[in-house]
């Protein structure tokens, strides 16, 4: 298996743009997680997903944010309008229910930089 | 609500040498899993071992074992025979075995290994 992909692996925009970012999960994986890691905050849940519900979006930090899962092997997370604050890497896991110990699988990563 | 404390910033380690990355975690939960993850400078999050708290026994993956104190909350990662490979983040993360799937992690220790 490829793993979890997650593209792009860099961005680069202005603010006030539409930013999206893209997952892949590993196939068969029930659980989709969207992380943002900063160096001030560390490493924070935004959203996750059970079978393509979104499950708890406690984390997403505010409207501009918005994450879909319109099937088992795709989901997106936007950013609309995007600012400075924004950048950061952002990962996307997942997990399956009955893995051993539930082991998240994470991706690469997206490193996004907002100008 | 769980809470895990890395409170190591950063560390470094002579090459060879052994080292230990502290954690502790707060909770009211009797069962659930502990994680160490690496990340490298790549970025990629990668998981290096991980605990059930019922489990009595430390678990150990060839040269990382960890020191798990169910009663004392506390989850230290140990790695032997350092290598300059292992020049990354650590993060060490909670989950609950019932409950949400989230994964909470601490802030990470960053571990240098001089030559």
């Known amino acids: 298996d490829a793993g979890v992909i997650q593209s792009p692996r860099h961005e680069v925009t202005e603010m006030g743009q539409e930013v999206t970012l893209r997952c892949k999960p590993i196939?068969?994986?029930?659980?989709l997680f969207w992380y943002r890691q900063t160096m001030m905050r560390g490493l924070e849940l935004l959203i996750y997903f059970n079978n393509n519900v979104p499950i708890d979006d406690s984390g997403m930090p505010e409207d501009r944010f918005s994450a879909k899962m319109p099937n088992a092997s795709f989901s997106t997370l936007k950013i609309q309008p995007s600012e400075p604050r924004d950048s950061a890497v952002y990962f996307c896991?997942?997990?399956?229910?009955?893995?051993?110990?539930?082991?998240?699988?994470f991706g690469p990563g997206t490193r996004l930089t907002v100008l | 609500a769980q809470t895990v404390t890395q409170s190591q910033p950063e560390m470094s380690v002579q090459e060879a040498e052994t080292v230990t990355l502290s954690c502790t975690y707060d909770?009211?939960?009797?069962?659930?899993?502990l994680f160490w993850y690496k990340q490298p400078p790549s970025r990629q999050m990668i998981l290096v071992i991980r605990q059930e708290a019922y489990k009595q026994q430390n678990a150990t993956e060839n040269r990382f074992s960890v020191n798990f104190q169910k009663a004392a909350k506390s989850f230290s990662l140990k790695i032997s025979d350092s290598q300059l490979g292992d020049a990354a983040m650590y993060f060490c993360?909670?989950?609950?075995?019932?409950?949400?799937?989230?994964?909470?992690f601490g802030k990470g220790t960053r571990l240098h290994i001089l030559p």
């Open positions: 909770t009211s939960e009797s069962d659930y899993y």
């Open positions: 196939s068969g994986h029930d659980y």
């Open positions: 896991a997942s997990s399956f229910i009955g893995g051993w110990y539930n082991e998240q699988f």
């Open positions: 993360a909670y989950r609950s075995v019932m409950g949400d799937d989230k994964i909470i």
